[in-house]
């Protein structure tokens, strides 16, 4: 059974930093490439921030270049999404998800782990 628990998400103020973590079991780590999505409120649109392909081809949005960086530890199945100079507009629920490599579609996700930027 393939699980993504993401954890450390709270709620923080504009300026401050988090990692968020998403631990992977149940599939060959290092056959998937990993992204961490966000949604702000239910029904909006879920957004793709960041994904990593290996430790050299990562990617983001725009919204999050030079703020956010999202690692993966191989052995410890695991996905990092530091996120630094916090803004309001980050708040969101931040989902993790895996897509084989080679397809479009991410395939597994997450529960969800909540980031508020509180003024």
């Known amino acids: 059974q393939v699980q993504l628990v993401e954890s450390g998400g709270r709620l923080v103020q504009p300026g401050d930093s988090l990692r968020l973590s998403c631990a992977v079991s149940?599939?060959?780590?290092?056959?998937?490439?990993m992204g961490w999505f966000r949604q702000p409120a239910p029904g909006k649109e879920r957004e793709l921030v960041a994904a990593i392909y290996n430790r050299f081809s990562t990617y983001y949005s725009d919204s999050v270049k030079d703020r956010f960086t999202i690692s993966r530890d191989d052995i410890k199945k695991t996905v990092y999404l530091q996120l630094n100079a916090l803004k309001p507009e980050d708040t969101a629920v931040y989902y993790c998800?895996?897509?084989?490599?080679?397809?479009?579609?991410?395939?597994?996700w997450g529960q969800g782990t909540q980031v508020i930027v509180f003024v």
């Open positions: 149940g599939l060959t780590f290092g056959n998937y490439v």
């Open positions: 998800a895996a897509k084989f490599r080679g397809n479009q579609n991410y395939t597994y």
